[in-house]
């Protein structure tokens, strides 16, 4: 499944202002990347997977602990976190967006992004315009308190910052494990930053790779913008919520899609595809092995069903179709003897003559070339197609033919 991966800049910004994004075609290496304005962002495919990242500026965390009530009700649940942020936010909750972590539960404590809901409509909206419908909104990072600690710095010349992000970097003012801060000569003094072992890693963009080794005096990986962007759309946090939320319809196709990627693409579901190619071999082997003996058991029979009509019949030269042949020689044997054959005339009358209704009385009867023809009977009543149905459970074929009823065997046969 290809996906890409487009990152706003971190403020309101004309609609011609250059946008960074990247593509990949598997969700785990980068195909392409670059730097365009939205109408000139390569156009997605039909089943591309569009993700938004919002600069880490752009979004701020909060802390809350959720009350006991259904997450499904949005509006509710919108309304109690605009009352639980309402202290620690700087603007009106109402003008903000705000979502929920991948793991909140009800009653539970949890992480609630934040961010500008014209900032956000404005970028979304950019994008409709040219084309590109967004199925995923993500941070560009994430408070995580499961990995070690990583610098990130990232940014411009002009304006490059530092991202501290892991178990060990704790903001003090909002409690999350992740600090963001312009990229200084002091930042080099902070404590999460000093007190950092030596072999901590500084994964840095191209942009500002030598700024963040000469202000912090250490040496530094070097990280590409495309590649930051795939690990920020791996994450799963999907700010699209509330007011932004897809439609039920793409969720669902949206997680199946996600899921079933996964399944063929993650390392960790690597022994359950070899398990069901090896389970899918075995049947293919099984179903060829079972198809091989039914197609010999069919040929063995078909040799024994000839070799009896041979035996039994060595003067006919060439077998095409034994078991036809065989019921031909046999009709042949019975003209021959005097016997009649299921097609001669007295065998038909007699046959038809016990089931021919009452009500039926044909003007005329005509016998030629092993078929009997009756005329003068209604053909659209109902007890004539009655007794036709009989007749043919009886194994004597009907058919009408111009204006007569005409009957024979439903089993080949020899004219007597």
């Known amino acids: ?25 598997d969700g785990h290496t980068v195909s392409h990347s670059g730097t365009a304005a939205a109408a000139l962002i390569p156009k997605p495919d039909k089943g591309t997977v569009v993700s938004l990242v919002l600069p880490v500026q ?44 991948p793991d909140a539960a009800a009653g539970q404590a949890c992480w609630v992004a934040a961010c500008k809901q014209d900032y956000l409509q404005h970028w979304l909206q950019t994008l409709a315009g040219q084309g590109i419908a967004v199925q995923r909104i993500v941070p560009a990072f994430a408070p995580d308190t499961t990995s070690s600690t990583t610098l990130y710095a990232l940014g411009t010349e002009e304006s490059p910052w530092l991202v501290v992000a892991g178990a060990n970097a704790p903001d003090t003012e909002t409690g999350t494990s ?83 990627q996964a399944l063929l693409k993650a390392p960790q579901w690597r022994w359950l595809r070899w398990g069901l190619a090896g389970l899918i071999g075995f049947n293919i082997i099984g179903l060829n092995a079972w198809a091989w003996q039914a197609q010999r058991d069919l040929a063995n029979q078909r040799a024994q069903i000839q070799d009896i009509f041979t035996t039994t019949f060595p003067k006919v030269p060439v077998v095409v179709d034994a078991p036809l042949q065989m019921r031909q020689q046999l009709q042949r044997l019975q003209k021959e003897s005097g016997s009649p054959t299921p097609a001669s005339f007295e065998v038909l009358a007699a046959q038809i003559g016990t089931q021919l209704p009452s009500s039926l009385a044909p003007t005329e009867i005509r016998y030629d070339n092993g078929r009997l023809s009756l005329l003068g009977l209604p053909q659209d009543q109902a007890a004539t197609q009655q007794w036709q149905s009989t007749l043919q459970e009886q194994g004597i074929l009907s058919q009408w033919v111009d204006g007569a009823l005409q009957l024979e065997p439903a089993t080949p046969h020899l004219v007597p």
């Open 1 to 25: 499944m290809p996906f890409l991966f487009i990152e706003a800049p971190s403020r309101l910004a004309d609609t011609n202002s250059p946008l960074v994004f990247a593509q990949s075609v």
């Open 178 to 260: 992740m600090l963001a801060l312009p990229l200084t000569a002091a930042a080099a003094s902070l404590e999460v930053v000093a007190a950092s072992p030596s072999n901590t890693p500084i994964l840095a963009e191209p942009a500002v790779y030598q700024i963040v080794q000469h202000r912090l005096g250490r040496a530094a990986q070097l990280l590409p913008v495309g590649q930051r962007l795939l690990l920020a759309g791996q994450s799963a946090w999907n700010m699209a919520q509330f007011q932004f939320a897809n439609s039920g319809r793409d969720k669902l196709a949206q997680g199946v899609s996600t899921g079933l």
């Open 58 to 101: 752009a979004v701020s965390w909060h802390r809350v602990t959720l009350p006991s009530i259904s997450l499904k009700d949005r509006p509710k649940v919108r309304a109690v976190l605009q009352g639980l942020l309402e202290d620690q936010l700087l603007e009106d909750p109402a003008e903000l967006h705000l979502a929920l972590a």
